[in-house]
Nanobody, 123 residues
Framework: QVQLVESGGGLVQAGGSLRLSCAASGRTFSRYAMGWFRQAPEKEREFVAAINWIYSTDYADSVKGRFTIARDNAKNTIYLQMNSLKPEDTAVYYC?????????????????WGQGTQVTVSS
């Protein structure tokens, strides 16, 4: 059974940094695409970043240049380095995986999800 466990969220001031981690188990991690999504209160879940099996990356325009997604297949872990954080980045952040090796920006395309980790950016 596939399990994803996020960690690294917290409270940070605007302009600060956080690094989120997502530890995966239950499948051959290196073969699949992985993504980060976020959901703020009363808003729909939205795409943040994704990385596919050949390490190609994709970012939402709102985080491009500030966030970096990376994967360590040996540790079955992906990361989201978040710099220059803004109050509008406040949300619950989720990692997700999908069976095809290429990533998409659509939450419904992902098969498994973690429980989420809260990120709060104060102004």
């Amino acid at each position: 059974q596939v399990q994803l466990v996020e960690s690294g969220g917290g409270l940070v001031q605007a302009g600060g940094s956080l690094r989120l981690s997502c530890a995966a188990s239950g499948r051959t991690f290196s073969r699949y695409a992985m993504g980060w999504f976020r959901q703020a209160p009363e808003k729909e879940r939205e795409f943040v970043a994704a990385i596919n099996w050949i390490y190609s990356t994709d970012y939402a325009d709102s985080v491009k240049g500030r966030f970096t997604i990376a994967r360590d297949n040996a540790k079955n872990t992906i990361y989201l380095q978040m710099n220059s954080l803004k109050p509008e980045d406040t949300a619950v952040y989720y990692c997700a995986t999908r069976s095809p090796s290429y990533s998409t920006r659509i939450p419904a395309d992902y098969d498994y999800w973690g429980q989420g980790t809260q990120v709060t950016v104060s102004s």
